[in-house]
């Protein structure tokens, strides 16, 4: 059974830096990209970032790439999202997905077999 576990939300300030934790148990990794969306209030889900276990290439949205980083330790079967320079507008939940196969710039959601249970971060001004 897989299962994906976030760890790291928080409550921030604006400019504070957070590092979102995803662990993946019960799946083979290397035939997989894990990815980051977010979901604010009454907005729909969207495509943060992804990388490819195998590989390690990445994808990031454009309206973070700047500030937002995400990278993975195979050892530990853990991605992580470094968000840097936070803004009220990245107040959301934060989720990881995978099973939408190697490619880590699969942007549908609905693409995506697996999800954590989300991790909430609210940044205030």
């Known amino acids: 059974q897989v299962h994906l576990v976030e760890s790291g939300g928080a409550l921030a300030q604006a400019g504070d830096n957070l590092r979102l934790s995803c662990k993946a148990s019960?799946?083979?990794?290397?035939?997989?990209?894990m990815s980051w969306f977010r979901q604010a209030p009454g907005k729909e889900r969207e495509f943060v970032a992804g990388?490819?276990?195998?590989?390690?290439?990445?994808d990031t949205a454009d309206s973070v790439k700047d500030r937002f980083t995400i990278s993975r330790n195979n050892a530990q079967r853990t991605i992580y999202l470094q968000m840097n320079s936070l803004k009220p507008e990245d107040t959301a939940i934060y989720y990881c997905?995978?099973?939408?196969?190697?490619?880590?710039?699969?942007?549908?959601?609905?693409?995506?077999?697996?999800w954590g249970q989300g991790t909430q971060v609210t940044v205030s001004s």
């Open positions: 019960g799946i083979t990794l290397t035939n997989y990209a």
């Open positions: 990388i490819s276990w195998k590989s390690g290439n990445t």
């Open positions: 997905a995978t099973g939408a196969g190697w490619n880590p710039s699969v942007r549908d959601p609905d693409g995506y077999h697996y």
